[in-house]
């Protein structure tokens, strides 16, 4: 899975959503610009990316938004343009998950900065999607039994007790075992266990 | 002597004596009244030759003669009954003082050559008594005919105070009633140790043979010029005659002047009396009842005070009744008065700490309404503030970011420096007006929220109460529906209270607008999760799709006056304290608008 950013522009103001999208295409990302909440969430598709949010908005304000994405778009860090002295604001949003937030006026190259920082964060959250999405697709080749054997291993079982506990013989379950890490790609049980926690998202 | 012991019988005989003495029934009727001391018969045998010679003088009247005892002579007087009266000296006195007889004639008698000494007493014993003096009689019996005789009892008395006696304490006195011979035969018998007889009746008892010559002296013999008696006393007036205050005076002249040419030959026989003359003085009479204290010299005081509580009883003890009434009265008032003084003077002071408390009271209302204007003041220009500054912001982000991304462009592209550091200077002047945007704004709004926990029922009360008068001169009512009890949040009072005071004027303003007939405020508040939340609304109209999307916008408003500053004041102050103000659902029409605040220490 490629990791292709795009970034995002939320702002009522065409004058701003204008100069900075003027500002951002210096980095050289593709680029959409929306002018409302209620427009984001209609044209956005998923895709990695960051999103730069004005906070003040007639109708849906950018905190509200930014509150709804962390539910259904958490890949996705926001930095949120604030007015100066909205603190209060600023911490209510930090504290909601968003990445980070600028008051305005801002200096441009520290708003770049805050950008590029933002899609370090989206790349990181990407990748390790990606990784989760590759290991849970190796967790679903297991058999039902081996995926038995797999729950036990994990919890630190000795194999007799995972004979006992299943009613097989000692035999089975070291074929179990066998099988399950070599569909797993790993060669230790450590590895088992990383694997393991990592695809269940056990390990956040 | 039978005739003279028969008792009074006035009225029995009064009608026989009328018949024997009217002559003409026509004629004017005159009635004298006379003193019939000694009886009925004695009284008419003494006066009916004088009362018929006044009969032929003045043949137009028609004289009766009516013999009275003291008792009867005063009431015919106080009846007005009598014209004329005849009396002793001593009852005229008496009578002239009560009932204003005047004397017109005084008796001429036979024993004295002077009228004005004419009747004194003899006090009388045996011959071969040891008595001399008249203070012999200190302890002795001494017997008078009636207390209310004058010659034979009243003159005595006078001397034997004047010889220095009590005689009332010091001489056992007795009296033996009418006729007046019996002192002298008592005296004689010595059944008694000394009597008093008027002057002349022992001459007369004598010269009569009632008595034996010599059997009885006159104790301490008084010689008086021109009176041919024994007497141990002085001597005063005879018998006046006298006319009562109601007799014309042309009758009691032309009486007169028939009583003083009578001729002695008028006078009834075997009596001293002989005629009239001009009336003399009475004076010396006078000061003898005076001398005695008897009426009308009645002393006042011993008597009078004995009489009066025998008399008056039931007045004087009315009288004490009223004035014990009068003291417990006095007194009740009085304590009435102190205990409404005190109730009064309690009463004031409970008003005085009233009126402190009201003005105590009032004095905070004012402070915080003040305080209101103020911050609703200092927030107005801070929001004016921060709209200005969103609003120059805006541009002054713009100018940076075209700035910036000049810059970012002409560095990949080796421009030249100059151009570089021309956009870098665009870039820095931009935000050197940003930062004096921002200072401004800082400036106008350097009163930061010292936020404290609070709750938020007191800021709607408060609200409430402050904003009720509004409410009331415009016919709204306002509702509070609030939680039993609130977690409290965190924040400034006062701009929490100055939020709801706005939604409450927004309300009223839709209220107004809609001119409906329900015309309602309901102020709720409740707990809503980790947050504490509170709803206006109104019964007006409702919003349109454009007013409720730009309903929070600085600047935009429904109303002509309107700034357009309230809710977004509002809205700022509640997310300053980390809350929200929002348009809320409103179920029964109108404009609902609600904020919530995060329960302070929650986990921000």
């Known amino acids: ?204 | 002597m039978n005739t003279r012991a028969r008792p009074l019988r006035v009225p029995l005989l009064a009608g026989v004596v009328t018949l024997l003495l009217t002559t003409s029934a026509l004629a004017v009727e005159v009635r004298i009244g006379v003193l019939a001391y000694r009886g009925v018969e004695q009284a008419v045998e003494s006066w009916s030759g004088t009362v018929d010679y006044l009969q032929q003088a003045l043949p137009g009247y028609g004289f009766r003669l009516l013999p009275l005892d003291f008792t009867a002579l005063d009431a015919a007087l106080a009846a007005g009954e009598l014209d004329f009266v005849l009396t002793n000296p001593g009852n005229y006195v008496q009578l002239e003082t009560a009932h204003g007889i005047s004397r017109i004639a005084t008796v001429e008698s036979s024993v004295t050559d002077d009228p004005r000494y004419s009747i004194g007493s003899a006090i009388v014993v045996r011959r071969d008594a040891a008595l001399q003096q008249l203070g012999d009689l200190r302890g002795r019996t001494l017997l008078a005919v009636d207390r209310d005789a004058f010659g034979g009892y009243q003159v005595a008395l006078a001397a034997l105070q004047a010889a220095g006696l009590d005689p009332l304490r010091e001489v056992r006195l007795r009296f033996v009633g009418f006729p007046m011979d019996r002192v002298a035969q008592a005296v004689a018998a010595g059944e008694v140790d000394a009597g008093i007889l008027r002057a002349c009746l022992l001459e007369e008892m004598v010269a009569e043979g009632e008595l034996a010559p010599g059997r009885l002296r006159v104790l301490v013999p008084q010689g008086h010029y021109g009176f041919r008696c024994a007497v141990s006393t002085p001597l005063y007036p005879d018998w006046p005659f006298a006319k009562s205050r109601h007799t014309p005076r042309e009758l009691a002249k032309r009486v007169a002047q028939a009583l003083f040419s009578l001729e002695s030959g008028h006078a009834p026989s075997g009596t001293t009396y002989t005629g009239w003359t001009i009336p003399v003085d009475y004076q010396p009479v006078h000061e003898l009842f005076r001398r005695l204290e008897l009426p009308p010299y009645v002393p006042t005081p011993e008597a009078t005070l004995r009489d009066l509580v025998r008399n008056y009883w039931q007045w004087l003890l009315g009288l004490l009744l009223a004035a014990a009434w009068m003291v417990w009265h006095t007194a009740r008032v009085e304590q009435q008065v102190r205990l409404r003084t005190e109730q009064l003077s309690a009463a004031n002071e409970r008003l005085r700490q009233a009126m402190q408390e009201q003005a105590a009271a009032e004095e905070i209302i004012r402070q915080r309404e003040a305080d209101l204007a103020h911050a609703a003041r200092v927030n107005t220009v801070g929001e004016l503030a921060a709209g200005m500054a969103h609003e120059i912001n805006q541009p002054l982000a713009a100018i940076g970011n075209y700035a910036e991304g000049c810059l970012v462009r002409l560095r990949h592209q080796g421009a030249a420096p100059e151009l570089i550091d021309a956009l870098g200077e665009i870039d820095a002047q931009a935000a050197r007006a940003g930062a004096i945007v921002h200072r401004l704004r800082s400036f106008l709004r350097k009163e930061e929220p010292k936020p404290v926990p609070i709750d938020l029922n007191d800021a709607v009360v408060e609200a409430v109460s402050l904003f009720t008068p509004e409410a009331r001169r415009h016919k709204v009512v306002v509702r509070t529906g609030l939680a039993a009890s609130l977690p409290p949040v965190c924040g400034e009072l006062i701009q929490i209270e100055q939020v709801v005071l706005n939604l409450l004027r927004n309300a009223l303003e839709a209220v107004e607008e809609g001119r409906c007939a329900r015309r309602e405020i309901a102020v709720t508040t409740a707990l809503a999760g980790d947050r504490v939340r509170v709803t206006v609304a109104d019964s007006g109209p409702g919003l349109n799709e454009e007013a409720r999307r730009r309903l929070f916008e600085p600047f935009f408003t429904t109303k002509p006056q309107g700034m357009g500053l309230g809710l977004s004041i509002s809205r700022s102050l509640v997310e300053g304290h980390g809350g929200r103000l929002v348009l809320a659902d409103a179920p029964g029409g109108g404009t609902a608008l609600e904020f919530t605040l995060p329960i302070a220490g929650g986990d921000e």
């Open chain 1, 1 to 204: 899975m490629s990791f292709e950013p795009t970034l995002f522009v939320v702002d009522d103001d065409e004058a701003m959503r204008r100069s900075l999208k003027w500002l951002l295409e210096t980095l050289r990302l593709p680029l959409q610009t929306f002018d409302s909440a209620e427009a984001f969430l209609e044209g956005y598709d998923g895709a990695p990316g960051v999103l730069v949010l004005d906070v003040r908005m007639s109708g849906m304000s950018g905190l509200a938004l930014q509150e709804r994405l962390a539910g259904s778009a958490p890949h996705l860090p926001v930095i949120l343009l604030t007015a100066h002295g909205d603190v209060p604001m600023a911490v209510q949003a930090m504290h909601a998950g968003a990445f980070d937030f600028v008051q305005k006026p801002y200096n441009g190259q520290a708003l770049l900065e805050r950008v590029q920082a933002a899609l370090r964060e989206a790349r990181f959250r990407h990748e390790r999607q990606g990784e989760r999405a590759v290991l849970a697709g190796r967790l679903a080749s297991l058999t039902p039994r081996e995926r038995e054997v797999l729950d036990l291993v994990a919890s630190g079982e000795p194999n007799k007790q995972i004979a006992q506990r299943l009613g097989i013989s000692l035999r089975t379950v070291e074929v179990h075992r066998h099988n399950l890490m070599e569909k797993l790609n790993a060669h230790t049980v450590g590895e088992v266990i990383r694997i393991f926690l990592s695809a269940t998202g056990a390990a956040e």
